[in-house]
C-alpha cells in the first residue's frame, strides 16, 4: 500500500478533513433559506478576511475565469492597460485584457525578480495624460515564487488614477490583505490555493471605483457580469445554480481561517518559508528568489548541477508520493517549486525536506546527512525559541 499523495505544489493544496466532509453532504437547493444562509456568512467572512468595504462575488470557476471577469467588467476595447510582469500570470493579466481588446503595454522584469516601486512610479509619471485606465498587478507570483508589494504598487497605481486589478490567487488566506485601505479596486481569488479547498471557486473583491467603471464598461459579458451578481445579492442568492458544495466547503475553510486569525496564519507561512529557504540552502541547493521577495506560499530551488529537475520530481513521487512542482515555461526543467500554503505546517515543511535530501543521495548527490532538518530546526527555533509545530 502507498502512502497517500501529499501535494507540496502550488495548488491544488491539502484540503482539511472537515472541509472535505462538507463537500460530501447531500447537495442543498441553491434558491432555499437553508444555502442563502451559508452563502451569505461565507460572503461576509470572505469580506471580512480581505477588509472590503464593498462587494465580493464568489463565482464557480476557477482563479482565470475571475481574472477574465475582472478585466470584461471594468474594461472597454481600446483601453489602455499596463501590466506589470513579473512570470507567468503576470503576463496572463496581459494576454486577458488584450483578448478583451485592450491596448495593454507590459513592464516585464526578469523572472525571480519583483516588480518595484521605482519602476512602476517611472512610468505612471510618464504617463501625463493620464491614458492607462487600469494597471495589472500579481500580488504573488507563482511561476517564480516572488511576492511584489501589493499595498505600495496599489497606493502608487491610486496616485495616478487608474484602477488597480490585482491578482491574489496565490496570496489570499495565506498573507494579510487590506482590499480598501490599499486602494485595490478589483482582487481575485481562486479556491484551491490557500483557502485549503479543492480547484473549482473563484472570488471576486470590487471596490467603489470598479463599481462605476462596471457602468461604462463595455467587453462583452454574460456569465460572469458583476451587474447579475450584485443584483442577486440583494437576494441572498446567485445568479446561476453555483457550486454549493463547494460553497459549504468554504464556510468551513472560512470559519477555520478565522479561528487561527489571519495574523497567526501570515506568521505561520512566514516561518515556513524561511525553514524551508534554510534547508535548502543548508542542502547547497540555490533558491531562485532573494530573501528580500520570496513568497510565503511558494519557494522555488535550482536543481543541483548534476541533476535533472524530471530526476528530482520523480524520486520524490515514486519513492514518498510527495508532489513537486517542475518550472513553467521558460522556466521548466530549470527550477523546481515546493507550494507551502493553506493547509501546511512546519512539519510538512520537514517531511519534505528530509524526503529531498533521501532523494538527492540516491541520485548521487552528496551532503551531510541530516544537514536539510537541521538547518531548518535551527531556523525555527532562531524565529520561535522553541521546536517545529
Ligand atoms: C498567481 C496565479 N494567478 C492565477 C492563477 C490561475 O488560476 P486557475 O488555474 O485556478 O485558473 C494561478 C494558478 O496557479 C496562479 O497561481
Not at 248 to 258: N, V, Y
Not at 333 to 339: A, D, L, P, S
Request: aromatic share 6%.
Amino acid at each position: 500500500m502507498d502512502p497517500k499523495e501529499f501535494l507540496m505544489i502550488p495548488g491544488p493544496t491539502p484540503v482539511p478533513d472537515e472541509v472535505l466532509l462538507e463537500m460530501a453532504r447531500h447537495p442543498l437547493g441553491h434558491r432555499t433559506k437553508e444555502f442563502s444562509k451559508i452563502f451569505m456568512a461565507a460572503t461576509a467572512a470572505l469580506k471580512k478576511l480581505a477588509a472590503c468595504e464593498d462587494e465580493v462575488f464568489i463565482l464557480t470557476s476557477s482563479g482565470t475565469g475571475a481574472m477574465e471577469a475582472a478585466i470584461a467588467n471594468t474594461l472597454s476595447p481600446g483601453d489602455e492597460v499596463l501590466s506589470l510582469v513579473c512570470g507567468v500570470f503576470g503576463e496572463r493579466w496581459a494576454k486577458i485584457a488584450e483578448a478583451y481588446g485592450c491596448k495593454v503595454e507590459r513592464v516585464v522584469v526578469p523572472a525571480g525578480q519583483p516588480i518595484t516601486l521605482d519602476l512602476l512610479r517611472k512610468r505612471l509619471q510618464e504617463d501625463k495624460g493620464r491614458l492607462f485606465k487600469a494597471v495589472t498587478v500579481t500580488h504573488n507570483e507563482t511561476s517564480t515564487g516572488v511576492i511584489n508589494d501589493l499595498q505600495q504598487l496599489s497606493l502608487a497605481i491610486r496616485e495616478h488614477g487608474a484602477l488597480c486589478i490585482a491578482d491574489t490567487v496565490t496570496s489570499f488566506g495565506a498573507v494579510p490583505i487590506s482590499f480598501s485601505a490599499w486602494g485595490v479596486d478589483v482582487m481575485v481569488a481562486g479556491s484551491q490555493k490557500a483557502l485549503m479547498l479543492p480547484p473549482g471557486l473563484a472570488v471576486v473583491f470590487c471596490g467603489e471605483r470598479a463599481l462605476q467603471a462596471y457602468e461604462t464598461s463595455k467587453c462583452p459579458k454574460f456569465y460572469f457580469d458583476f451587474g447579475r451578481y450584485r443584483k442577486s445579492l440583494e437576494s441572498e442568492t446567485t445568479p446561476f445554480t453555483p457550486n454549493v458544495s463547494m460553497i459549504l466547503a468554504l464556510k468551513s475553510s472560512l470559519d477555520m481561517i478565522q479561528q487561527e486569525g489571519i495574523v497567526a496564519i501570515g506568521s505561520r507561512h512566514e516561518r515556513m518559508k524561511k525553514a524551508l529557504r534554510a534547508g535548502l540552502t543548508g542542502m547547497g541547493l540555490k533558491l531562485f528568489v532573494p530573501e528580500s521577495c520570496a513568497s510565503p506560499t511558494i519557494t522555488a530551488a535550482l536543481p543541483p548541477a548534476s541533476l535533472s529537475v524530471d530526476a528530482i520530481r520523480r524520486t520524490m513521487k515514486e519513492r514518498y508520493q510527495i508532489r513537486l512542482a517542475d518550472g513553467q515555461e521558460e522556466l521548466k526543467n530549470k527550477i523546481f517549486r515546493v507550494g507551502h500554503m493553506g493547509y501546511v505546517f512546519e512539519r510538512d515543511i520537514l517531511m519534505t525536506l528530509a524526503a529531498l535530501e533521501t532523494c538527492l543521495h540516491l541520485l548521487g548527490y552528496r551532503c551531510p546527512s541530516g544537514i536539510g532538518v537541521g538547518s531548518a530546526l535551527t531556523e525555527i527555533a532562531a524565529l520561535t525559541g522553541s521546536p517545529a509545530k
